[in-house]
């Protein structure tokens, strides 16, 4: 059996030309980086702007397992499986980061026979995304010790600064850093720390931007840091986001690549969804909706991260409305929710799935509350026995929902056509309603309770000290009429990752709050989440490796 990065090694990719021209876009406007990746000119959104959108589907999951689900598989799959019906379908996914590339997670361009290629590109510097963000970011901190260490003109409580530096790699050691130690040169000492890249607010503020006026004026408004006074101080105010925006210029502009069926897609953008918004951007979703009359994206881990961000951050800045939602499971990862441990998901277990299988049910009812019509699409695996299957069609058959069960990894495009029209018929005659789960100007503890009560299922809320004093900051700024973006564990419907299925009895925990002003939400913290993930004992980094001719052996 080839692994996923031989399948692509093998893959007959066209030129980029060729790939732009099956979207009409013409050549000047792209801009080629190599022979297969490209970005996409700003003039395209000048000439598209005046064509008719066209339906944009998300596909999502239920709670990730060590089973797996493949969640960017079904959606590379399904672009290719529309292509096989006779649709003009694209899709818009987000970029990896090099964190979960190297440490246990994995990339972000599929697998199996649907992948996104050249997937060695895609999964390592790509067209350097990454890098501008990870260099815009470190600017601002860079800036803002400066001033400190020339005089202070700002009156800059170093004790308060809000803004850390980031760098795209799982590094636990640098989550609580010193710097500005030794001799006077050396700046004005102080506890800092690093985030990874993906939960930058630089990496949220690309994402949601709709140009490059809005990108700088987001830029602004980022929140760095207190005065001694207890003033904030604002990017504005350190005079670098000129700057900023010069080095974030072309990572603005979305990525265009191909299948392994060479059908277009966009590449855009890479906020996680246990610590951030989890989307792809703004600006190539739209885009997307513009050059094809059905756009495939995604949002992280479960729909109760990713997609109801999505629904409620993404959607909601802008102004998009979802057509459907394909939510993606296996049966082998149900039955580890009802129970049964990683090495015993192979054999039948009927009643198991009986169990775990209120954990898709769950998620459908979830995605109901949004308006939005589901297709369920079940990764099918030779181990699934026609008892099990039956048990999940029985189950969706009962909550009014389509199920298809698909063979994308094995077939790609082929193993998906049923999928494809059963999602393109619920398009059809099942019109979305689509509509937030809350009104953003609500007050803070209640919207926090909303998602805590209606997708978590909690039974209420707990707030730290620590939590009611960020509270007050922030409503002390007038700036509480923002969505609400909830990191918290992606493994469970609680913020205790070990509570599988459908948990009950719990409630929420907040630890901590802070505004993302630039980005426009306010990120709750809940659990032990952290923003710089720390290596596994055994990386994924150790069985990467690179022949004398270039050639790339490992990456999954």
């Known amino acids: 059996m080839l692994s996923d990065i031989e399948i692509a090694q093998q893959a007959k990719m066209k030129r980029i030309g060729e790939i732009a021209a099956k979207l009409g876009i013409s050549e000047e406007d792209y801009e080629p980086y190599g022979h297969y990746k490209a970005k996409l000119s700003e003039s395209l959104y000048t000439k598209t702007k005046d064509k008719p959108d066209g339906k944009l589907i998300l596909v999502t999951a239920i709670n990730p397992t060590p089973a797996g689900e493949g969640k960017t598989t079904i959606s590379v799959g399904l672009e290719e499986s529309m292509s096989k019906i006779g649709k003009k ?121 709709s140009d490059l006026a809005d990108l700088k004026a987001r830029l602004e408004r980022i929140l760095v840091a207190y005065t001694y006074d207890n003033k904030p101080v604002y990017a504005k105010d350190l ?126 009812e979830n995605m109901q509350k949004f308006g939005v019509p589901v297709v369920v699409a079940i990764n099918r695996f030779a181990s699934d026995t026609d008892a099990e299957i039956a048990v999940v069609k029985r189950v969706c058959g009962e909550m009014g929902v389509e199920v298809s069960l698909a063979e994308i990894f094995a077939k790609g495009g082929e193993g998906g056509t049923d999928l494809a029209e059963k999602v393109v018929s619920t398009i059809e005659n099942k019109p979305s309603q689509y509509k937030p789960l809350y009104d953003e100007k609500l007050p803070v503890k209640e919207k926090i309770e909303t998602l805590a009560r209606e997708i978590y299922r909690a039974d209420g809320v707990v707030y730290t000290a620590q939590a009611e004093k960020a509270l007050k900051e922030i409503e002390a700024l007038g700036r509480t009429d923002v969505p609400i973006c909830v990191a918290k564990t992606q493994y469970s419907l609680s913020d205790d990752p070990a509570k599988l299925g459908k948990p009950e009895g719990f409630k929420i925990t907040v630890r901590d709050m802070r505004l993302s002003s630039g980005a426009g939400f306010i990120v709750v913290y809940t659990g032990d989440i952290m923003t710089m993930p720390g290596l596994p004992k055994v990386p994924a980094a150790f069985n990467i490796d690179c022949d004398n001719e270039g050639n790339i052996t490992g990456l999954f």
């Open 89 to 209: 379908a694209i899709l818009a996914l987000r970029e990896p980061s090099l964190g979960p590339v190297f440490g246990i997670k994995g990339g972000a361009a599929g697998g199996g026979y649907a992948q996104v290629v050249p997937m060695e590109d895609i999964n390592l510097h790509f067209t350097g995304d990454m890098h501008a963000i990870t260099a815009a970011n470190n600017l601002l901190c860079a800036i803002a010790d400066n001033s400190m260490h020339q005089g202070n003109p700002l009156n800059i409580d170093q004790r308060r600064i809000l803004f850390k530096r980031c760098l795209d790699m799982n590094d636990r050691a640098l989550r609580e850093v010193i710097v500005g130690l030794g001799s006077k040169v050396n700046g004005i000492p102080r506890e800092d720390g690093f985030q990874i890249t993906v939960a930058s607010e630089i990496m949220a503020i690309l994402c949601l931007s």
């Open 239 to 364: 005079g670098c986001c000129g700057a900023m925006t010069a080095l974030l210029r072309d990572a603005l502009k979305p990525n265009l690549v191909q299948t392994l069926e060479n059908n277009p897609a966009l590449i855009h953008g890479g906020p996680f969804a246990n610590i951030a918004h989890g989307c792809n951007s703004v600006r190539a979703t739209k885009l997307a909706l513009k050059l094809a009359d059905f756009v495939i994206t995604e949002a992280g881990f479960g729909s109760d991260l990713g997609a109801e961000k999505f629904f409620d951050i993404k959607c909601r800045f802008a102004g998009l409305k979802p057509s459907c939602v394909v939510l993606v499971a296996t049966i082998r990862a149900l039955k580890y929710n009802g129970g049964i441990p990683k090495t015993e998901l192979t054999a039948e277990n009927v009643e198991a799935l009986e169990k775990g299988i209120v954990n898709l049910k769950t998620h459908i």
